[in-house]
């Protein structure tokens, strides 16, 4: 123990250093994650505010609030503000609160990058979001960038890119952390398939991050050069391939879809046998399913490029490869069914945003298979079809998870019990507005509605306005969640340790008093007895 | 490997699994694919894919429909399931866990086999339309298409060689789709989706776009036909749609990549004549490219290739 450590200079790291200090210099995984969730919930009120003037100029046709360059800013935005600003560390910042808390370990493997890797952040969307006031305005290209189009960026170009490569450190380095942390830093006795789901889908998605996050770098690399150096990488008229970017960049960017799901897949399967008071189903066949969309998240890029233009043989190859991802996912939704069955059920918050998730990512799915298929994708793509697709499994899929996650720990980390009416009125609320946000998208989509425009024609009206009207409604709903977590964090009723007394919470973190002391497990604990019965 | 072995080959297998999923297909009646309203731009119904007036976009209606109902069959097993557990094993209806029941080899081995076995009954279909798809031989009129920052080239080889003019989005909707233009776009006929000038082809005739671009990415899409590509700078792409004879009239479609500034303001829109008329119109345009040769030429349209200059005040 640290009290009884006989050198003075230990005794600082007892308690956490006074006022800005605790946070600037940062070095204990509990208060690193916490700043990432808060930096992930301040970009999450962002985004949603880009996405609250996207749906009200959306709202009628014709154009009465923005003109079609800041409408193009806004999509552009509020895509790289919501993957990279509240996705992303909101699940970085997950990890770091309970990746040792799961495992048995005082804190992360490498406490100083990891204060490195989160003080990233905040300058880098300080960067991208300013290029709104630099000349030629934010970047408007899409957060796709491809290029020619991105080319035309006015100033915000550099700095679009130096952002991207600031993140993409960030993101590197966290995912470092984590595997450095769940390989060397488990508790004796914890071999990996004892280990919590959570840390699973966690160390899949770390190896994704460090493969394809300099595969991005390299991707605006070249852009950066082709912009200032006259390179030709994406230019024809030097030789180059505006095509080749999209290959590089969704090299990148399938398996990033994955890495924005894969650890919510991890909080579903940590909630669903906690409130069915139930092993989870197959938990090995969960990890090998989890591995197999790892591996074929680096075989299916093409299927973001099918109207491109490509070869005959290519298109057949990703329709199947895209296809086969069906089934691993399919063994993951029909587990955490049978993990509900004959289990014994109670709806808390985190449980209703885990079925939430169950049945709402299951739609996306199916719209994903639909996708998958070329000739069909001929007409989905780039139509609103897509934009349904991947909002439903990024908002009520990722997103739901995340808050999920938050109403699973949050009394474990403040030690309170937060509001439970209030929750549960975010969540019901919450899942109405977003399907009717997102569900008429699909129509519009099949009836011929492209995605990015800021106008359409007028028979696309009623389905644009339903789906503001349910944007508003999302958006709004939102605050409740900050009132919830504010609160909690504020006070309430104390929470135990088990925190969910009369369920069945397994893992090592529930054997820790709440909230969770500053440092935790400095000398490893034995195996929590419910982690053994689990497999 | 032949192409027209492998053709053949997966479309033995494919008219199975379509015969398979028919009875679905007839059964909901979904196939009527009624042209609705004035209001549309396409045979789509509004919230559904349009059944087009292709085979091709037949075919993709089809393979959607296919796709579609058994997914809504696995979503009624699946959703059946999980809402039957959350109505019976809850813990306020007295319900006690199983805790045993953690694990299945058999049940896991048939929940990982059957969804291969409904991807294969999707794939083989998918596989016989892609095929015919990029078969763009035997074309019979050929167009070279070019994008630009924001409006389209239509340059027409073959027999019509010569016809080479743009299209831009229509005066009326222009003025209307300016910031604060004070215009009920509902009072615009076709509101974002005419053109000045539209492309015009012949029914019945295997049409081969060549789509390329003169600035950035770009993509041409008639949901009607089916038919959708990019046009890259630097490059060619190929596409090609035949308009069932008898289905003669306008289509309309817009630019499907993200292009800039005025992305969402270059509509397509195609003129489906018969061949008879259409080479009418061929004539006319020659004529009209070429007055001297040709001095007792019905009255022809302004030439095409000068699109009016578009003035409108930017309001904001």
Known sequence: ????????????????????????????????????????????????????????????????????????????????????????????????????????????????????SFWLLPFAFTILLSTFFVPGGAVAGGWTMYPPLVLQTGDAFPMLIFAVHLMGVSSIMGAINVIVTIMNMRTPGMTLLKMPIFCWTWLITAYLLIAVMPVLAGAVTMLLMDHFFKTSFFNAAGGGDPLMFEHVFWFFGHPEVYIMILPAFGIVSEIIPTFARKPLFGATSMIYATASIGFLSFIVWGHHMFADGMPMAAQLFFMMSTMLIAVPTGVKVFNWTATMWRGSMSFEPPMLFAIGFLFMFTIGGFSGVMLAIVPSDFQYQNSYFVVAHFHYVLVPGAVFAIMGAVYYWLPKWTGNMYNITLAKTHFWLSTIFVNVLFFPQHFLGLAGMPRRVPDYAVQFSDWNMVSSIGGFGFGLVQILFAIAVIQCIRGGKKASAEVWDGARPVGLEWSIPSPAPYHSFTTPPALHPAEVRRS | MNFNRLREIVGRVANLSRRAAGLGLGVFGLRAGAVAGDLSPNTSNGYNLPMGVTDISHEIYDLHMLVFWICVGIAVVVFGAMIFSLLKFRKS???????????????????????????????????????????????????????????????????????????????DSNFARQLHSGIDPKTVPNYLLSVDKPMVVPSGTKVRLLLTSMDVIHAWWIPDFGAKRDAIPGFINELWFKVTPGKEGIYRGQCAALCGRDHGFMPIVVDVRTPADFQKWVEEQKAALNPAAVPAAAPAPAPAAAPEPIKTARLN
């Not at chain 2, 029941?101 to 291969?116: G, L």
């Open chain 1, 1 to 116: 123990m640290a009290n009884a450590h006989p050198i003075a200079h230990d005794d600082h790291h007892d308690q956490p250093a006074a006022g800005i200090k605790r946070w600037l210099f940062a070095t204990n995984h509990k208060d690193i994650g916490t700043m990432y969730l808060v930096f992930s919930l301040v970009m999450f009120f962002v985004g949603g505010a880009m996405a609250m003037v996207i749906r009200a100029e959306l709202f009628q046709p014709g154009l009465q609030l923005v003109d079609p360059v800041l409408f193009n800013q806004m999509t552009t935005n509020h895509a790289l503000v919501m993957i990279f600003g509240a996705v992303m560390p909101a699940f970085v910042g997950l990890a770091n609160w309970m990746v040792p808390l799961q495992i048995g370990a005082p804190d992360m493997a490498l406490p100083r990058m990891n204060n490195f």
């Open chain 2, 93 to 171: 209806q007295g319900a006690v866990a199983d805790t045993s029941m953690v694990h299945s080899t058999k049940v896991e081995i048939v929940w990982t086999v059957i969804p291969v076995i409904i991807l294969v009954v999707m794939a083989v279909p998918a596989a016989e339309t892609i095929l015919k798809m990029e078969d763009t031989r035997n074309s019979e009129l050929s167009i070279r298409v070019t994008g630009y920052q924001w409006k389209w080239q239509y340059q027409y080889l073959n027999d019509a060689e010569g016809i080479n003019y743009f299209s831009t989005l229509s005066q």
